[in-house]
């Protein structure tokens, strides 16, 4: 199986951080906003370094996006992260949708600003 070209882009605002001493709690972003041709998207992403100090590691996904016409469809998705940067980090994960839909997500977050931006692939 292979990916299609981009579906999607995204471009989120960051809301909140939660963040924990235990590695395996990590820390939790919470993010929304719109992504043209996918609609509104709300969820939360969890960090997960591989180790004290480490500049990567486990990213899961737990969200809805909820279309123009107004039909909510829940997703998960999981992946990795590393640092890209000063105050950047890029994801990426495989996501899937309540309706079956399989897609790669790759994107970058920022402190400043605080964005969580990038593309959506379907999966062929």
């Not at 999607?8 to 909140?16: A, K, M, T, W, Y």
């Not at 590393?82 to 839909?101: C, D, F, M, V, Y």
Request: proline share 4%; hydrophobic share 30%; glycine share 16%.
């Amino acid at each position: 199986m292979a990916f299609s070209n981009a579906i999607g882009e995204f471009s989120l605002n960051i809301n909140s951080a939660t963040f924990s001493e235990s590695l395996e709690e990590g820390t939790k972003i919470n993010v929304e906003g719109q992504a043209p041709n996918l609609g509104e998207v709300v969820g939360t992403m969890t960090l997960r370094a591989f180790g004290p100090g480490s500049e990567g590691g486990k990213a899961d996904w737990v969200g809805v996006t909820m279309n123009q016409e107004g039909k909510s469809t829940p997703t998960t998705g999981r992946g990795y992260y590393h640092q890209s940067g000063p105050k950047t980090w890029r994801l990426h994960l495989i996501s899937q949708g309540a309706n079956g839909e399989v897609v790669l997500v790759e994107g970058e977050m920022g402190r400043e600003p605080r964005r969580y931006n990038g593309v959506v692939y379907k999966w062929k």
